[in-house]
């Protein structure tokens, strides 16, 4: 049997409430009977009732009572509760509902009327409780949906937090970073760029468009079709190009990218700039030095072979004048074949300038810069255009220097012809001044020097004339390299060896059709006066008789016509044509050798090596060396290079030169005899 409900019937008079009980079991509801007021409520409190039948007048609590106390009660508020009540006033049916009864039922009653209205409560019942149940689950239902909401707007309010303290730390970083950083979308667009990126392009990040606008016209031409066929294949790249800085000077860029994905979609670049205009500077200076290198031991190689040629022609046309009557019509053809021999070596000096020969500083002296310059000025106007005006500043007040004067009246002759044809053949100005600097770090300059801290004198040339491109000034020192139809042989390539043996460098600026400027920084120290070398001057000597020469060289044109000379010059000759002869020779007749003529390239034993063995046998030995090399670039650092530089002769020689080398070791030799203390 289905459960109907449960039913407290409340109702003083027994016979009523037997009739109540016996009608509503009839009709299947349970019943629970109670005879007064105070049952009733215990009754509830033990277990609440679906229904409750109260009788309004019941001695001691009557049903207003009872009802107020149930309605007080929280487990019994909300039972549906009927009045019965034998009276029909309105007064009680107002208190009744008032109280919150749903409805009353009048004595006497009857069955149908009864059951139909204990019926539709019980259901009304029924559907309050299962509408405020549904209310209930769906107010729970909200209430965890607000409370899912409220933590998921905490949540991602966290997010957009951590999303905006990771994009300002991201560009905190981008713009501290020594590198430009930069971001594209699917489109080549620019979407980011950091702080050197923008101070580059002198543009804000709504201004800056895409870096074809600032790239130089010949890399746009060249790389700009590669990079959009990279960028749309969504590959990675590194290319180099030129961008304009803000002030309109180019810089070399290392452009590096890489391809970014969302879930397999590309959604654009990310990438570098780097600039590497410092480095592709320091590069071609390194390369620059490396040719001027290779050239300059090409150069010396060229050298050595063609001093031993012209030596061999000094020494037969004076051999040929020794022995030529001195009314002798010959001389004159002898000594012309001496003067193209000289001017010859003269050319290879040329050579070996452009080489650099370092530390070969024979003929340095102490002269003014200046006044040097000023003897010049009448020289230097017959070989510069009509129409060029000199404009002459020179600082007199400068102190002396030490320089080849010869080597640098050839660097003024070189700068100036070459500021004479810039302004080719139109009027214009040459300026020529003098002036004291200082550096105070490392500088660089042409040729791959680089100049030390320290107080220079300044000479610079510059001219109104053409100018020239950065190519053009790139190759401004080759050898050979001329702007002209026809070029003039050396040019200006020997200028920079010529100031790399003085220990200075030159600079050049140039701008086309606005004229050039060369500074050319020559130090005013370049050490003792014994690494500055000595110049070399004639005569003073006394022909000595009875010296004995040892002359090593394997030119057989040059050793036959060097003895002979020698010989006719007062002195006695031992010839040896290697190291090894020599050496033997020596360990036979070191005691009648007074002085050593050594050629420092011997094939076979080296120079360094005879010099040890002939010092092992006599240390007090003389020895003058020879070669047509720079002596100290075959034994650089050493106290052999020492020795060498002090007793050096360079070829091609003449006669003349040679014996005066010979006195002047032979006189120091004795000079140290007198002057030495003897044993006690």
Known sequence: MIDAGTILVVDDEPESLALLTDILLGAGYQIRPADDGQLALESVLTKVPDLILLDIRMPGMDGFQVCRQLKARQESRGIPLIFISAAD??????????????????????????????????????????????????????????????????????????????EGRFRDLADTAPV??????????????????????????????????????DDLHRLYPEFCAIMEARRPFQLEARLRRADGEYRWMLHTGIPRFVERVYVGHIGTMVDITDLKRNHEQILATQKLESLGTLAAGIAHDFNNLLGSICAQADLALSESPSDSPVR????????????????????????????DNAGFELVKLSSLIEEMIGFLQIFISKKAELEINLDHSLEAIPVNPAQIRRVVMNLVTNASEALEGQEGLIRISTASARLDHGVGFSGGVSLS??????????????????????????????????????????????????????????????????RVFLPCDLGTPEERGRTIKAGGHSTPKNHIVLFVEDEETLRLSVSKLLQKRGFGVIIAENGHAAVDLFRDHAEDIDIVLLDLTLPGMSGLEVFQELRGLKPDVKITFTSGYDPQGITPGSAFSEEVLSNFIRKPYRIDELVHVLHEALDSSSMEEKTSPKGG
């Open 453 to 518: 801290p320290g107080e220079y004198v300044v000479l610079t040339v510059s001219d109104t004339g053409c100018g020239m491109t950065e190519q053009a000034q790139a190759r401004a020192f080759d050898p050979f390299y001329t702007t002209k139809a026809v070029g003039r042989g050396l040019g200006l390539s020997a200028v920079p060896g010529i100031l790399s043996a003085h220990g200075g460098g030159i600079d050049l600026i140039s701008v086309p059709r606005q004229g050039s400027t060369f």
């Open 89 to 166: 006033e309105l007064e009680e049916r107002v208190e009744g509902l008032r109280l919150g009864a749903v409805d009353f039922i009048s004595k006497p009653f009857r069955s149908e009327e009864l059951l139909a209205r204990v019926r539709t409560h019980l259901e009304l019942g029924r559907l309050r409780a299962g509408l405020e149940a549904q209310v209930a689950i769906r107010t729970a239902e909200l209430q965890l949906a607000n409370e899912q909401l409220r933590r998921d707007l905490v949540e991602r309010n966290m997010i957009e937090q951590a999303l905006r303290e990771s």
């Open 180 to 217: 430009i950083i930069w971001v594209t979308g699917p489109e080549r667009e620019m979407t980011f760029c950091n702080r050197p990126g923008l101070d580059l392009a002198g543009r804000t990040m709504a201004e800056l468009s895409e870096w074809k606008n600032y790239a130089h016209p």
């Open 332 to 359: 004159e053809i002898l000594d012309g074949i001496g003067g193209v021999a000289v001017r010859g070596s003269e050319i290879l000096n040329l050579i070996m300038d452009y080489a650099g020969s370092k530390g």
